[in-house]
T-cell receptor, first 109, second 117 residues
Framework: KQEVTQIPAALSVPEGENLVLNCSFTDSAIYNLQWFRQDPGKGLTSLLLIQSSQREQTSGRLNASLDKSSGRSTLYIAASQPGDSATYLCAVDGNKLVFGAGTILRVKS | GAVVSQHPSWVICKSGTSVKIECRSLDFQATTMFWYRQFPKQSLMLMATSNEGSKATYEQGVEKDKFLINHASLTLSTLTVTSAHPEDSSFYIC?????????????FGEGSRLTVL
């Protein structure tokens, strides 16, 4: 059974800091891994999708890496802004999508 | 990116009534849609996989007679919570995978918040 763990559970940083969110998974037999953002009371916004054959993906200030053999992914956010405050979810896609518990990020202005 | 729409976005109902939630892929065809449930401050838990033209596949512990899923077309899946009770109050989110795409990317609806009184 796939298990996905996200560390830290919560993070509070001053504006402008670079930060790293971590995701680990137990079963490396995956098709892809996705990072999502969820604002309070809202649905999910897809941030980055990394195929199992890829090592990383970049979009603007976001960079996600994947090390399938070790079961790890990181989401790097550069020059954080207050608007980045949200819950960030990592999800691993084998036959079905399994989510981590999320990291609650607060960027202080 | 592709758009998935859910309706209603929120609903309040009395205990014992049934509530239907719709999930539509607006600009793509989805042979498979997924229904998730999210309790406050918790992550998403997969309830069932909805397959167009066939029966849904339910996760362990999810009552299929309680949560009826219908995927009648390539753009619409519905979740009906039958005889709802207060413990069914939750945030329900659907997602869809584009039939023709090979990326495997899932697109999510905005969610439907159900409150059962």
């Amino acid at each position: 059974k796939q298990e996905v763990t996200q560390i830290p559970a919560a993070l509070s940083v001053p504006e402008g800091e670079n930060l790293v969110l971590n995701c680990s998974f137990t079963d490396s037999a995956i098709y892809n891994l996705q990072w999502f953002r969820q604002d309070p009371g809202k649905g999910l916004t897809s941030l980055l999708l990394i195929q199992s054959s890829q090592r990383e993906q970049t979009s603007g200030r976001l960079n996600a890496s994947l090390d399938k053999s070790s079961g790890r992914s990181t989401l790097y956010i550069a020059a954080s802004q207050p608007g980045d405050s949200a819950t960030y979810l990592c999800a691993v896609d084998g036959n079905k999508l399994v989510f981590g518990a999320g990291t609650i990020l607060r960027v202080k202005s | 990116g592709a758009v998935v729409s859910q309706h209603p976005s929120w609903v309040i109902c009395k205990s014992g009534t049934s509530v239907k939630i719709e999930c539509r892929s607006l600009d793509f065809q989805a042979t498979t849609m997924f229904w998730y449930r999210q309790f406050p401050k918790q992550s998403l838990m997969l309830m069932a996989t909805s397959n167009e033209g066939s029966k849904a596949t339910y996760e362990q512990g999810v009552e299929k007679d309680k949560f009826l899923i219908n995927h009648a077309s390539l753009t619409l899946s519905t979740l009906t919570v039958t005889s709802a009770h207060p413990e069914d109050s939750s945030f329900y989110i659907c997602s869809a995978r584009e039939a023709r795409a090979n990326t495997g990317e899932l697109f999510f609806g905005e969610g439907s918040r159900l409150t059962v009184l």
